[in-house]
């Protein structure tokens, strides 16, 4: 019985911790919002290397920036010089989690995201962006005419819905994964992450897919015009066409593939050692997640 009593008493000071630890955290968020007013192409330059980046559309000509600081620690630099906007966080602390950054930037405004372990996140977007991260996870969406460039050392890079854009994606292991992404010249290069493709390209774009050791999974309706040349050294490379007019391709190692239509999309697709694995699902099939090698 004794010990029992010992056990309830430790647990409930654990928990009467957990709850001063708690406490503390939610008195210390602070939330602040600034605003600038700049004029056609602007530069927004954001840094934090303590949480996550999103930036949206202003739908004005503000440049609207909301920032919270999960820690006393934390602090928030900005600077505006003509057109030019400089955003930083700050902490006395090192860590994740610390601080948040939320930005609303007009239509063609110039965007620059620099995070170590957060989250960039890109929306809706027209302008040049740029993210550069080591760790973080970066993710583009429903972007149309935009100039995009990613940089990341292990993170993560997730581009889906872009239209009629210039891709120019580069990570050194992270996996990079391009969904719905048409119309649009697309350079994407992972040294041994996995790239994967899912989507219709449309009739005018032209994919380059590379990685050294990293696998190639590519999934193109059947009925989507496509131009596909893909060769891998030391790995291999398959298509399944059963679907498309070009007829099915037989697997074969170190082997060159070329399939040409008209007013078509055009894909190559390299791989030092990596397998390289093409699909073309009907309505039906494009509907289950693409295979992972």
């Known amino acids: 019985m004794a010990t029992s009593t010992t ?4 647990l409930l000071k654990v928990l009467i911790v ?3 630890l708690f406490s503390l955290r939610a008195t210390a968020q602070i939330t602040k919002e600034s605003r600038y007013q700049v004029g056609p192409e602007a530069l927004v330059s954001i840094t934090n290397h303590y949480g996550s980046i999103t930036v949206q559309p202003s739908g004005n000509t503000q440049v609207i920036v909301m ?3 999960y820690s006393n620690a934390v602090s928030f630099s900005s600077e505006q010089r003509g057109n030019r906007i400089e955003l930083r966080a700050e902490s006395k602390s090192r860590g994740t989690g610390l601080a948040d950054y939320k930005v609303l930037v007009p239509m063609g405004t110039i965007v620059t995201l ?4 957060g989250r960039l996140h890109a929306q809706g977007l027209n302008g040049d962006i740029v993210l550069e991260a080591v760790n973080a996870t970066v993710e583009v969406s429903d972007v149309r005419g935009a100039h995009v460039h990613v940089r990341t050392l292990s993170g993560s890079v997730t581009l889906s819905n872009l239209r009629d854009s210039h891709l120019d994606i ?3 292991s992270g996996d990079l994964t391009i969904k719905n992404v048409t119309d649009s010249f697309v350079e994407a290069h992972s040294g041994s992450g996995q790239i994967t493709y899912d989507g219709n390209p449309g009739k005018t774009g032209d994919y380059t897919l590379t990685t050294h050791t990293g696998n190639l999974d590519v999934s193109i309706p059947a009925t989507a015009s496509a131009e596909i040349t893909s ?3 030391q790995g291999d490379a398959d298509q399944d066409v059963a679907n498309s007019t070009t007829g ?3 697997p074969q190692q170190n082997r060159f593939l070329s399939l040409r ?4 999309s055009r894909f190559v697709l390299r791989s030092f050692k990596g397998h390289i694995h093409v699909r073309r699902p009907n309505a039906a099939e494009s509907l289950a997640p693409p295979e992972r090698h």
Do not use: M, Q, Y
């Not at 620099?114 to 372990?117: A, V």
């Open 7 to 10: 056990k309830s008493r430790i």
């Open 248 to 250: 099915p391709a037989t």
């Open 67 to 69: 920032t919270v600081a």
């Open 261 to 264: 239509r008209t007013a078509a």
């Open 231 to 233: 060769r891998s050294l």
């Open 170 to 172: 580069s990570s050194v």
């Open 114 to 117: 620099r995070s170590s372990d």
């Open 18 to 20: 957990l709850g001063i």
